[in-house]
């Protein structure tokens, strides 16, 4: 019986990653029901990830929090055993903005702190924390102080949130972090090198997705550049260029200079946490799959990360997408044998958009037609 393993990501603006996975699967298994057909959807770091995480069997736990500016929100971590992985964006990302609406100087990353705190006082000792996605530009601040680190005024009085709050810190006190800190690993799923400050900072390069004016980025990032001062003065190691610190709004830097966090690219991390390299070597084809394979993806996002992997295990490799952009040698060079594409189907990218997934089971038929599978006869690849 032939394997198929089908590991999306999210197709973005129209159908999330699970959504993809089984779509795909029905229809696949509508057109042969001989087939076994597994899903494990997958992200890096970013929104999904939590969704991920569950697919792959790991338990939800609800948690309310702090959202980005400061109201309650439900939110959630997802556990196996003594592994609790935390999706920033679930609690302290765009999405959970008040009506869409960005506060590009207030947002706070606490709510984000406050899922890490959960997660140790529940007993989990390895914490992965995906930091995409994020609203704030707070510079990690909100997290460590949901985590028991005091951050004073001169008049020794806590700061305000956000970014503008860092202009008025005098003091860091980290002596009453989470008393479980020191015997847990802390890994940031992180895909991104810029640095704190500087041109290639947190506030200049990703302020403006998250509303930050002109003035605001300024402001933002003399801020980040006085947090990372006194961070610097409380610990003794200065990281604020260190690649990867500007994640998030700075929430890279914090978790490095006071949680003793290790980065790793997210996909990586996300396929070992859901047992992918387990499933891979079983499959005789692999489906990958998000909305736009194109000169980003061959730059390190998922799909790029599952079909580099699925080829290491000598597994064939296609995917599905809303457009492709690449070239027959570029798809090969992440191990991607073949792309199917939803705008072959339909031209109007609104409409693909739109019915994705009655598109998405007509691309399952090229996929059967396609020659991937062991045992069939190879028909014409119908390709990008």
């Known amino acids: 019986m032939p394997r198929i393993l ?31 057909v597994l899903t494990l959807p ?6 999904g990830t939590l969704k991920a995480a569950l697919a792959a069997g790991y338990e939800q736990v609800p948690v309310t929090v702090a959202g980005p500016t400061g109201e309650p929100v439900t939110s959630a971590y997802a556990r196996s055993g003594d592994v609790a992985l935390v999706e920033l964006a679930d609690a302290s990302g765009l999405s959970r903005l008040p ?30 924390l995906g930091i995409g996605g994020s609203a704030c530009t707070d510079g990690g601040a909100g997290m460590v102080q949901a985590l028991g680190a005091r951050l004073l005024d001169r008049d020794g009085a806590e700061i305000g949130p956000g970014g503008s709050g860092l202009s008025d810190l005098s003091v860091l006190d980290v002596s009453r972090l989470h008393p479980s800190l020191p015997d847990a ?32 980025v300024t402001a933002l990032d003399a801020a980040l550049a006085h947090w990372a001062d006194v961070v610097t003065a409380a610990t003794g190691v200065d990281l604020r260029e260190s690649a990867g610190a500007g994640a998030a709004g700075g929430v890279g830097f ?29 499959a005789d084809l692999v489906v990958v799959g998000e909305g736009s394979l194109d000169e980003q993806t061959l730059r390190g996002k998922a799909v790029a990360g599952v079909a580099t992997a699925g080829r290491a295990a000598g597994t064939r490799v296609v995917a599905v997408c809303g457009r492709c952009t690449l070239s027959d040698a570029q798809l090969q060079e992440v191990g991607i044998d073949a792309a199917y594409a939803l705008l072959d189907l339909e031209p109007d990218p609104s409409v693909c958009m739109g019915d994705a997934a009655r598109l998405l089971g007509q691309l399952a038929e090229r996929i059967l037609s396609g020659g991937h599978l062991p045992d069939e006869p190879a028909a014409l690849s119908e390709q990008h």
């Open 42 to 47: 997958v992200a890096d770091g970013g929104d």
């Open 185 to 216: 690993e802390v890994v940031v799923a992180c895909d991104v090198d810029n640095p704190l400050t500087g041109p290639h900072g947190a506030a200049p390069v990703y302020g403006p997705q998250k509303g930050a004016s002109t003035a605001d």
């Open 254 to 282: 914090a978790a490095l200079s006071l949680l003793g966090a290790r980065l790793s690219p997210g996909i990586d991390l996300l396929l070992d946490l859901i047992g992918f390299h387990d499933l891979v070597g079983t």
């Open 99 to 128: 009506g869409g609406r960005p506060c590009a100087r207030t947002a706070t990353s606490r709510g984000t702190g406050e899922l890490v705190a959960a997660a140790l006082d529940a007993g989990c000792r390895h914490i992965v």
């Open 6 to 36: 089908i590991a999306p990501d999210k197709f973005k603006g129209s159908l999330a990653a699970d959504a993809v996975a089984e779509t795909l699967r029905d229809a696949l298994l509508a057109r042969r029901p001989d087939l076994e």
